[in-house]
């Protein structure tokens, strides 16, 4: 092809495109996904679970941060080892219930997952983030949550 062509053809080959790439926008939506599991039925065992878990861990927490205190006021050998030692036992015992809160919600996320998205598809959204997660990473900086919210949506859904 003869290259003084190509360059006059390219102007218009762009200037056609360019309205198909402007229609096809993409809907972001969010949903709470905490109220979503909340309200769905059979979640009452993995909730409960996620209650003492966190109850749990908050009060091994407390116990660290005072073993913490006792080490760095004392300096003595054996209170450092005994903040070592409940550091330790501490993240086993995260990992273990982990992996239990892991092994409760995968029926739930299933059923949450396919439900987020038959209600994004059906209302026009193509991508769909979990709303306290955009927030706390500071992700999304303004969303209108009129029009992006999904959450009163998709917990219809569920139910």
């Known amino acids: 092809m003869n290259p003084k062509l190509t360059l006059l053809l390219l102007p218009f080959a762009l200037m056609v495109t360019v309205p198909h790439a402007q229609q096809s926008r993409s809907r972001v939506g969010f949903v709470n996904v905490q109220?979503?599991?909340k309200a769905m039925p059979n979640s009452a065992t993995y909730l409960k679970l996620n209650t003492?878990?966190?109850a749990d861990l908050a009060a091994r927490t407390k116990s660290i941060q005072a073993l913490a205190v006792k080490a760095a006021a004392s300096r003595k050998a054996a209170d450092q080892q005994a903040l070592v030692k409940a550091q330790q036992a501490f993240r086993t015992t995260?990992?273990?219930y982990q992996s239990r809160?892991?092994?409760a919600?995968?029926?739930l996320?299933?059923?949450?997952?396919a439900t987020v998205a038959k209600v994004a598809k059906t209302s026009g959204f193509t991508v769909v983030l979990d709303q306290s997660i955009?927030?706390?990473t500071g992700l999304v900086v303004y969303a209108n949550s009129q029009t992006t919210?999904?959450?009163p949506a998709v917990i219809k859904a569920l139910k």
């Open 105 to 107: 919600f995968a029926p």
């Open 52 to 54: 003492n878990v966190t």
């Open 109 to 113: 996320a299933t059923k949450l997952n």
């Open 94 to 96: 995260q990992n273990g």
């Open 149 to 151: 919210d999904l959450t």
């Open 101 to 103: 809160l892991n092994t």
């Open 35 to 37: 109220a979503a599991v």
């Open 134 to 136: 955009a927030a706390k």
